[in-house]
């Protein structure tokens, strides 16, 4: 009988509120060193991470509101939907810019989920908060 292994064991959430509408920004290479080892031992980013992008170097990068993270990293550009697993090295990612999305479900990097500033949502005019209650 067929079966599903995984090599984490960690809950993954779904933060689309509605599939449509649904546009995302042009792929482009994250910039992994910004990721911090987890408990797994893994580097991780994320469902949910609100990103920007590094002037430089043309990477996406963690949003800081101080812009902690290159040049152009205190503008956010867009919301990861899916989960990625950088542990082997970085990848290509493409954020959510128009979209509904569960807040509960979403962070800037570092933060707790459900903690969206005003700020970003002020820059993400596109993108519909909503509450899972």
Known sequence: ?????????????????????????????FDSSYLAIDADYMYVLD???????????????????GASYGT???????????????TYGAQAIAPAVHATLLEDYCQIYGGAKGTISAAVKTALPLIMWRNIS
């Open 1 to 29: 009988m067929p079966f599903r292994t995984s090599h984490e064991k960690r809950q993954h959430f779904d933060v689309l509120a509605e599939a449509q509408p649904l546009s995302i920004e042009r792929s482009r290479m």
């Open 72 to 86: 152009g990293s205190g503008t956010p550009v867009g919301v990861t939907i899916t989960h990625y697993d950088m």
């Open 47 to 65: 469902e949910g991470t609100v990103v920007a992008v590094d002037s430089t170097t043309s990477k996406y990068v963690p949003y800081s509101l």
